[in-house]
């Protein structure tokens, strides 16, 4: 059986379980209903990674890249008649199977599938159980479109799916402000993204004439002087559409209130599907990027300042799930800083690396939640290690792959990224900017230096110690809060809110049996990526060689994997792995051996300003706020003083001199001059009709009067004739 022939069942299930949840969601009700929901929800999206991991299987096989077309989705060309990029424009509506698509096909099946799993424990208790499941479904299609599709319109479809979902799963608690405001931001934000990769689109229609991949790419490798002029506007085009999708600077300030969703839902976006897409076009797109050097500059650039950028805001938050949220966005930013240097197989391998490393963090998060009865602040934890020692393992192990530390997954994934940006320093010597590859390496150490110590902070302030909130045990949801949760700098959300009063709790196997599964993954992901030169293997990695077809030669130059010696390779895992263990070390002693956390009570009251500034992200929110979102209220109110005072003004002007020439001039001609004439022939004729009807008395003496009248007349005028004639004879 040829893949085209059920690849389709890959996206079309959750589809259907969407479709068939949504249907069902206004009226589902009881616990055989929700049974009802689960067996459609999770079976849809479990046959969906069964047939994805026989796709892969098939693909391993032969390892040929396959496209299948099922339709002309928009057959618009002319052909002859109008020629050029008319005569082009054809979209067809296909999927694509290579080794890039089968690994995000597989990140999101079975990642999505374990957290529709996890969510069946953790939304038990919820209203709109039915609903959030159809979402979910709905979600997974949409990424799965996304990343099946064999051209840019039906990756554009998936995009925009994906945009619709988060808005919908982000506020998923409708009837709260914050959560409603929350979904708005997601979809606002992403919508000026989408923009620029809308443009991205036109332009690749307007220079290649098509917007499939195989066509696009193959044009461009082969001919790419031709291409290399419009290659830079082009892939910022792009490049603006995932900074808004994969939540870069300046577009990333949705992502952290994203976390008004339900946790399952924060687990979603940032592990497996919404987040990732944005990397996945840069990396799908690489033959054009790699046109442009400066486009792929840029991309390093804000990909790098938005790992710092984000690390530094998750230094000094106490919200577990923001820490979480600022987390993926400095992760997201590694990805990019990757394929700005050219590493594109590193950007997918730290995104499938973090894909279980993040999700078994969230989903860990979403366990402490719920066994603390809502609370999120971590100031109000410790100590759950005895409470949750399954949450505690799993999300500890979670801790240590995103720190870097060796052999966990997220060590390979992250030194192959920080390798590729210091050896970028020698493929550009020469050059006037050869020394910049090497800002961005320090840029990305000390980043992962930052991920290091918040990550462990967290983990020290939630497991470590005594518990901080048994003052408050049993008072219920959020104690010492209000409805939300709010505290001095935080705001809890309302999927998060207890279920059990008193003290904390472990969670349900339904939930920490995810944990565990996604732990392992986090132990063992990286492997794939295991760098051979220290077995003294000078080739590229497993993971790279599966990624190298995607890598078209450019101009007949095959893409170079850069394979360092044994010495060099050692070195920078011993400086990777030193970074770690220092951010590691101060997180120890400073929430570890410190219970009372004196240390960083004195530093933020020792710079007190800074502190506030981390506190508050830099207050990007509240610059947009009094710049983009005040400018845009302000420039919404000229537009409708210029619209009410101008163009209706001009508008009623118009109307008025109409109304006055038109209306009252024609009205003063019709009733003096057209009514006037004709009221004066009916006045004439009325006159001589008085006169004439005076001789229609019907008196019979009158009559003979007036006939003996007329002989008489008629007699004088005769003899008056007669008289005449005879004078004149």
């Known amino acids: 059986m040829a893949i085209g022939e059920y690849l389709w069942l890959v996206p079309l299930l959750p589809l259907v379980g969407a479709a068939i949840n949504g249907f069902r969601a206004a009226y589902a009700k009881g616990e ?40 002309d989705w928009i057959p618009a060309g002319l052909g002859n008649v109008a020629g050029g990029l008319l005569g082009n424009f054809n979209v067809e509506l296909g999927l694509q199977i290579d080794s890039l698509s089968i690994t995000m096909m597989m990140v999101v099946t079975w990642i999505g599938f374990l957290i529709h799993v996890y969510a069946t424990g953790y939304m038990g208790h919820e209203k709109g159980y039915t609903r959030f499941f159809a979402y979910l479904n709905l979600f997974m299609f949409m990424m799965l479109l996304l990343v099946l599709g064999n051209n840019y319109v039906v990756m554009f479809v998936g995009w925009e799916g994906v945009g619709l979902c988060s808005y919908l799963l982000i506020g998923f608690y409708y009837d709260k402000t914050f959560a409603a405001d929350a979904g708005k931001k997601a979809f606002i934000t ?11 689109i036109f332009l690749l229609f307007n220079w290649f004439g098509t917007a499939d991949y195989t066509k696009v790419f193959a044009l461009a490798a082969h001919d790419p002087l031709r291409f290399e002029g419009v290659a830079t506007l082009l892939c910022l085009c792009l490049f603006v559409g995932a900074c808004g ?29 919404m987040v990732t897409a944005g990397v996945y076009m840069v990396v799908r797109s690489n033959v054009l990027f ?12 804000v990909g790098a300042f938005t790992a710092i950028f984000a690390a530094t805001i998750g230094l000094a938050q106490n919200d577990i799930k923001k820490v979480l949220a600022y987390s993926t966005v400095s992760q997201l930013g590694y990805m990019f800083l990757a394929a700005g240097v050219g590493a594109y197989t590193a950007a997918i391998f730290h995104l499938m690396t973090h894909a279980f490393f993040k999700a078994c963090l969230f989903l860990g998060a979403g366990s402490v939640i719920h066994g603390c009865s809502g609370e999120q602040d971590m ?34 994934s992250k030194d192959e990224i920080l390798a590729s940006a210091f050896f970028k320093r020698f493929e550009t010597l020469g050059e006037p900017w050869s020394w910049f590859p090497l800002v961005l390496f320090g840029v990305g150490m000390l980043a992962a230096m930052c991920t290091a110590f918040y990550m462990f902070r967290l983990y020290f302030m939630t497991f470590v110690g005594e518990y901080r909130g048994a003052a408050e ?33 472990e969670s349900p196997w339904s939930m920490t049996g995810v944990l565990w599964i996604l732990a392992v993954g986090s132990i063992l992901a990286g492997l794939v990526g295991f760098p051979l030169a220290l077995i003294g293997k000078h ?18 130059h095959a893409f170079h994997f850069h394979e360092a010696e044994l010495t060099m390779e050692v070195i920078l895992i011993a400086a990777s792995v030193a970074v770690a263990v220092i951010g590691i070390v101060i997180a120890y002693f400073f929430y570890k051996a410190d219970p009372s956390w004196s240390k960083p009570k004195q530093l933020a009251a020792g710079a007190p300003k800074l502190y506030d500034v981390l506190l508050n992200k830099y207050y990007v929110d509240e610059i947009y706020g009094a710049t983009v979102i005040r400018g845009t209220i302000v420039l919404s109110l000229i537009l409708k003083w210029i619209d009410t005072n101008i163009v209706d003004g001009a508008v009623n002007g118009v109307r008025h001199v109409t109304v006055l020439i038109f209306g009252h001039g024609s009205n003063l001609v019709d009733k003096y001059v057209v009514d006037g004439a004709v009221n004066g022939v009916a006045s004439g004729a009325k006159g001589s009709s008085t006169l004439l009807r005076r001789m229609q008395t019907g008196v019979v003496q009158n009559y003979a009067l007036v006939m003996g009248a007329g002989v008489v007349l008629l007699a004088v005028v005769y003899l008056a004739f007669e008289v005449l004639g005879k004078m004149q004879g």
Request: aromatic share 10%; charged share 10%.
């Open 190 to 200: 992403n919508r000026i993204g989408d923009f620029g990769f809308l443009l991205g």
């Open 473 to 505: 045990a049993g008072h219920g949801a959020h104690a010492g809060h209000d409805a939300h949760g709010h505290d001095d700098h935080s705001q809890g959300h309302a999927d998060d809110h207890g279920h059990y009063g008193g003290a904390p709790h």
């Open 32 to 71: 055989k209903s929700k049974t009802l929901t689960n067996g459609v929800a999770l079976g849809s999206t479990l046959l969906s990674a069964i047939i994805a991991s026989f796709a892969a299987w098939r693909y391993g096989l032969a390892k040929v890249p396959y496209e299948v077309v099922y339709w």
């Open 245 to 273: 999708k994969s939540a870069q600077f300046p577009l990333y300030v949705w992502l952290p209130d994203a976390m008004a969703g339900p946790t399952p839902v924060s687990a979603l976006i940032h592990a497996a599907t």
């Open 379 to 412: 100031r109000k934890m410790g100590g759950l290690g005895k409470y949750m020692p399954r949450t505690h393992v799993t999300m500890g192990i979670a801790t240590v792959a995103i720190a870097g530390i060796p052999p966990l997954a997220g060590f390979f």
């Open 290 to 301: 790699r046109l442009s050097p400066e486009a792929m500059l840029v991309v390093a650039c």
């Open 539 to 556: 080739q590229p990695t497993y993971f790279q060689s599966w990624l190298e077809p995607i890598l078209l030669p450019i101009g007949g």
